[in-house]
């Protein structure tokens, strides 16, 4: 197979669809060559000294070869027949080794729908390359994934196409549906589990009844425990969060500011406005300018 990927324009109609493919691809990464190549859009390009932060769902898969990935909680070996399923806001790099190279697989999907499917698994796989059971049955299914992706993107590249998003989600499941379903161990702070699951979470349309009925407390007793351990309110919180998202999102993308207002959790793009005079002093375009 050839190395290929593409990155797929989104427009009002998919938005509204509530779930979409924004990129896929398949790279033969040779021993001592350069990692990242060269050709990626700025949303997506990194470097090992910066790292990224998606605003999408990941899954990325190395069939062969070894190197390393690395998030916040610390730094793992990827060996090969591995993949990570990667949620949106988490800082993350990775590279091959030098001395061996890899082939790895990717996709990345978008919509309010993986945000209901991380609002309700959020916690429950690790953030790290994952085994697979049927290894081979999986780089075969991924490889057919890109064959037809080239095929239709040549065909159709400003248009998405039901069948490849059928067959990305089946990939998604396929290694969902391998790791224990164990949810996350309790902390002893409800205060640091909310301030957890609000970092996960502050990119959906989240208020602070939908966090307290996740914590299993009522949105009183919340409140009242998070006001007496936090300088800011549940719902400043919240704000603060989605605030600092959309700033990285501005400085690091070329994303219009009211798709990043959406991607944050804001209803509109007024409420991106009132939360950037209020934690940064300044507007949203002056920003970007």
Known sequence: MKSSFHYFSVGDEDLSGGLYLTSYGCNIVPPNQAYPGPGHPRDFDFTWAKGRVLTDTALIYISEGEGLFEQESGAFRWKPRRAVLLPPGV???????????????????????????????????????????????????????????????????????????????????????????????????????????????????????LIASALGVSRRTLERRFAGKSERSLREELEWHRAHRAMRLLLETRRPIKEIAYLCGFSEQR????AFKRWHSQLPSAVRR
């Open 91 to 209: 800082w993350h790099r990775y590279r091959p080794q030098l001395e061996t190279g890899w082939t790895e697989f990717w996709l990345t999907l978008s919509g309010e729908w993986m945000g209901r499917f991380w609002q309700k698994h959020a916690g429950q796989w690790p953030v790290q390359p994952m085994g697979m059971r049927a290894p081979a049955r999986f780089t075969e299914a991924f490889s057919r994934f890109c064959r037809l992706a080239s095929r239709w993107i040549k065909q159709s590249p400003d248009r998405h196409s039901l069948s490849l998003l059928a067959l990305g989600l089946q990939l998604v499941g396929r290694l969902v549906d391998e790791q224990p379903n164990n949810p996350p161990p309790p902390a002893d702070d409800l205060t640091d589990r909310a301030r957890r699951f609000i970092l996960s979470n502050s990119h959906r349309q989240l208020d602070t009844k």
């Open 271 to 274: 409420g991106l406005i009132r």
